[in-house]
């Protein structure tokens, strides 16, 4: 199966959604406008996760200096030194990075609308 | 709610509270609340709300039987709340502990209240907030209030709400390390604290109900506790709670000189903007965990909810606005 397919298929569940349904039923506008929100970050999430997960493994690596084998492990271990207080240099940046990644999938409409 | 239920509802209303409804009466449940649930009970001669639990709930908030005690000696005080008139314990009609209360007149929503246009308006409306809220930061605490929420040590407050949010996050199993670094830093940097207040605990935009350009009424007063008064002055502050109106820092609604000048002239206590910093870190960071628990709450609903399963995808942006404070980006 194409992950294009997909893809249209919710392009094609959004459209439905603003052309057919939103005009003609204001009493359920949240949920639509909530569903419209869900097929976004479906759509963003299918196209983005390979170079998300690539990146934030990328960027703890960074922190690491050693390869990455579970990104989930990484993680786990980076917050396991926060909470310990363990001097990081430039934290701040690599959080806003790993952040950065996170968002451009949540909020990849807002970024694509600018 | 069925057929049975509305008829046994139409019939507690009358036995109770003498209100005698008609076949007019409208039922139904309300936008908003994804803690608890309110419905509108509405004919001739009346406009109440039933409050009463979602299907499944978030720990920290209190049961409807405290927030009903609470109304009432609100209520006693003179703070703008609906008036309570009935709580009944669960295994009645609605499986759930509910109360009734009087509706108030006026509108929460916070996307229309941030978007009105009248300035002066606005700053009569976020002045009379400054004021309500000194109100209640006012009220002092005697045996019926501390029956329902027992006065922590001050000494250790913070200290304690800190823990609590590192224990949270441990139950929650996420990986945050965003959220992980501003509890370190707000440990490290703990301001003193005075004296605790009664805080409403979520005073926000969205829980303000306002008629014209004054206060009618403070709603969902669920997490109301003993706590600093710069937690609820942070809360309506924060910029997650601004509905996208950034530069009025109040409640997306006004400046924050607008609203702390009227808090303080009824509180007597003035707090500069700068002190915001840790208490609107520690506003996202606890916001950013109670959205990861409401999220998880979707595993005990019978129907999965949209709403609930959104709110994890709120987490991102609110530690961008946590680093943004951090980073003095904010």
């Known amino acids: ?114 | 709610m069925n057929t049975d239920q509305i008829h046994n509802l139409q019939q507690l209303l009358h036995d109770k509270l003498g209100l005698v409804s008609t076949h007019q009466i409208k039922i139904k449940k309300m936008s908003g609340g994804a803690i608890q649930e309110n419905w509108l009970l509405q004919d001739q001669a009346f406009s109440l709300v039933l409050r009463k639990n979602a299907e499944s709930g978030v720990a920290v908030s209190s049961d409807r039987e405290q927030e009903y005690l609470l109304l009432e000696r609100l209520y006693q005080f003179g703070i703008k709340v609906p008036q309570p008139f009935y709580f009944e314990k669960a295994s009645n009609l609605l499986n759930s502990d509910f109360f009734i209360m009087n509706k108030i007149e006026g509108i929460t929503e916070g996307h229309k209240l941030v978007r009105m246009s009248d300035d002066e308006k606005r700053k009569r409306i976020i002045q009379d907030i400054g004021t309500q809220l000194a109100l209640i930061h006012a009220i002092q605490a005697d045996e019926p209030l501390e029956r329902l929420f027992k006065k922590p040590n001050k000494d250790y407050y913070l200290e304690t709400k800190l823990d609590t949010f590192i224990e949270q996050l441990d139950a929650l199993q996420r990986n945050r390390p965003v959220l992980e670094y501003a509890i370190r830093w707000m440990k490290k940097n703990q301001p003193k604290v005075d004296d605790l207040v009664l805080v409403h605990g979520d005073f926000r935009t969205g829980n303000i109900m306002v008629e014209d350009d004054h206060v009618s009424g403070i709603l969902d007063w669920e997490f109301t506790q003993w706590g600093d008064r710069r937690e609820d002055i942070a809360w309506f502050t924060a910029k997650c709670w601004r509905f996208g109106q950034d530069k009025n820092v109040a409640g997306g609604i006004g400046s924050y000189k607008d609203f702390m000048t009227a808090y303080a002239e009824q509180a007597e206590i003035y707090i500069p903007e700068f002190e915001m910093k840790f208490w609107h870190v520690l506003s996202h960071v606890r916001w950013a965990i109670i959205a990861m628990q409401q999220s998880n709450r979707n595993d005990d609903m019978q129907k999965p909810s949209l709403e609930l399963a959104l709110t994890e995808f709120m987490v991102p942006r609110l530690e961008k606005n946590i680093l943004d404070i951090l980073g003095e980006k904010e």
């Open chain 1, 1 to 114: 199966m194409k992950e294009q397919k997909i893809i249209d298929l919710i392009n094609a569940s959004q459209a439905i959604i603003k052309s057919e349904l939103l005009p003609h039923m204001s009493q359920n506008k949240y949920d639509l406008l909530m569903l419209l929100k869900s097929f976004e970050i479906l759509r963003a999430y299918i196209l983005k996760k390979e170079g998300f997960s690539q990146r934030s493994t990328g960027i703890l690596q960074d922190y690491f200096h050693f390869p990455i084998i579970d990104a989930q492990d990484a993680m786990a271990h980076l917050c396991s030194d926060l909470r310990e207080g363990v001097q990081i240099d430039n934290v701040l940046e690599l959080l806003e990075a790993l952040n950065t990644e996170e968002l451009n999938v949540i909020e990849s409409k807002v970024a694509q609308d600018g």
